[in-house]
């Protein structure tokens, strides 16, 4: 569905209840929107609003303490709104237009908090309430080398800058940036080719991007969702009076909508450790430390909602007497190319002391039985299982996505007569 900017629109009405036939498709509320149009004379107007966090006060949740004891700064912002509207003749008392077009320019910048090792946690030497522990030694008694690959991602984290959650593991205070694309375009023309027969035709134009939709990265640049949406809607309307009581309604319509969600830092998230025959890489959600991969958009690179629907109809209006008798058809053609891709990229699970009791290491204190650290140490290791959703075509060949080539056609008629009151 496409939005309309409020300077496109000359008037709405939203029906909750007692829909009339015409209406009767789906439930829920029915909003109907009528978009302005030009007229004899020329008309326009332009705007811009603009908000600034030097003009603002810091935010409520902006107060986190770093470890120095000091207020990490003022996050960021930048809002940009602009545009404009226009309208007149192309030919007088025959074809008018009208066009308006709205922009968002937003740059913003939060503070987000992630939970990462500390810098003694990486080398497997380190001190856990006192006692000490090195998984390089004996105590690592199934002989294990710390993992390589693992290393180079642990490589990734900063070293905390905020309070310390225990001895291996601390707070890291990091501006999450984005910056936010959006333009909106409508436009309308209206032609009379005699009083009684009116065309009407109005596309509608939607982009929005954002490459860090939620501020969800882990690290900066990590880890974020992104997404690059374009939504389009035309619509044309042939309107005829074929006499003071009779009226006729020709539509013809389509919408199609592009809403793709993007892992964000691919590039890098790819190139640590393995890649499937698609060139997706592989997420090691790290027990104890946020991250590591496309987690929030649920292990894998990239979803698609690709669909649209085009529509033909047409209605007749007849008035006698208390009477206003209405019926029409409607046809609609409706496809969807969509893929979730759950869980496509290879992720593995760490957590082998949780799922099956085995430690670790072994220093015969009562650390040895907590599962948080066992199962970080296990990470250190690079040993787990591992998890993949993989998709088949019809012929059991493998495909990259779980691509769903919807159709459907639908056919709808009413009629309709809602008896007026004889009494005024």
Known sequence: MTALNPDSVQEFRVITSNFLPEFGRNTGSVVDIVSKSGSNDFHGDAYWFGRYDALGARDFFNHQVNSAGQVVPKDFYVRNTFGGSAGGPIVRNKTFWFANYDAERFVTTLTNTSTVPAPVFKTGVFTYQGVPVDVTSPENYLGLPVD????????????????????????????????TTGDNVTARVDHNFTPQETLTARYTFNRYEDPNLDHTDFLPGLGGTGTLQRKQNLSIRWTSVLSERLLNELRLGGNRINFPLTCQGRNILNHVGMTDIFGRGQDFPLPGISGFGCLVIVDRDQAQRFSGTYTLGDS???VKGLHTWKTGVEFRDSYSNSSNNFLSRTTFDFNNFSNFGIPAFMTGTAIDANPTLQNMVWSLFGVGSEMQAQFFGKRSIRTPNDLRGFRQKEFNAFLQDPIRSGQT
């Open 148 to 179: 390589a690959n693992v290393q180079r991602i642990l490589a990734l984290y900063q070293a905390p800058n905020g309070p310390s959650v225990d001895n291996v593991r601390g707070l890291l205070y990091f501006p999450s940036r984005t910056t």
């Open 316 to 318: 007749v209006t007849w």
